[in-house]
């Protein structure tokens, strides 16, 4: 039994709007191209608005834009600071994936290359997601997103941070040991943590008995830059497609000073244990 084709990507050229077979949560599409007809180079806009979503396009034909948006209402300067990280399943085909801005269309992923299911990340102001469908005999095919999530590389406030510690998937304090080899679009960092606030799931993994701390990577986008060595840092994030990924990462002793003032005007958001 054949799967069909999944694609997670968009055309750049609207050649011709019309109503498919979909439905969207705003977080997530799935749509269909047996309402298209077969003569007709079709496109159509898609448009998502959530943190976290997938994409589902059976039996694609024509092309699809995706046009992808924070479930907030960011500043201009801080949707610039905004990327966005895909990962398609390992059947998906049936279409290639473009960046497309100003009518130019950047190559992101061919069909070929969906198999991997290796994470791929741009940044919003690159683009707009352009999946074109590849002409296909055999149409018991689908391209599939299995994720898109968002995350940002600019600086927190110190709001932002507030807030991190408290409902990000994982907070804690720690260092950087290293950065290991990784692709063209993140690279996994070697972490220690001494202290681990919460954790959504278990993607750090306590030393045993010699009781350094809590072990990991997280994931730093090719745009974000960390320091290694000795400055503790107060690290929290996502957690996407299983793995970790950086958010607010200020000093410790930043965090605390912060942290402390806002404990004495009872303005923070939650409360942690920081000895």
Known sequence: MHRPWVTPWITAVLLCRTVAQYSSDQCS???SGLSHESHRRDVEQVYLRCSQ???EWLYPTGAIIVNLR???EPSSQHMAGL????????????????LEHSGDLRML????????STVHCFSLAEGALFVEAVPQTDISRRSQLSNMSWFTCKPCSDEEVLMAVCTSDFAGSGIFRGVASGTID?????VTLSRLFHQKSRVFAWGGARGRGWAGRINVPAQCSVHTGGDEYLLTGSVHFGEAWLGCAPRYKDFLKLYIRAQKVETNPCEIDTD
């Open 29 to 31: 599409w799935r749509g």
């Open 53 to 55: 979503g997938s994409l």
């Open 70 to 72: 924070p479930n907030t």
């Open 83 to 98: 990327h966005v990280c895909i990962k398609p399943h390992t059947y998906s085909q049936g279409s290639h994936v473009y």
């Open 109 to 116: 992923l061919a069909e070929k290359d969906q198999a991997q």
């Open 186 to 190: 993140q690279s996994p960092a070697v």
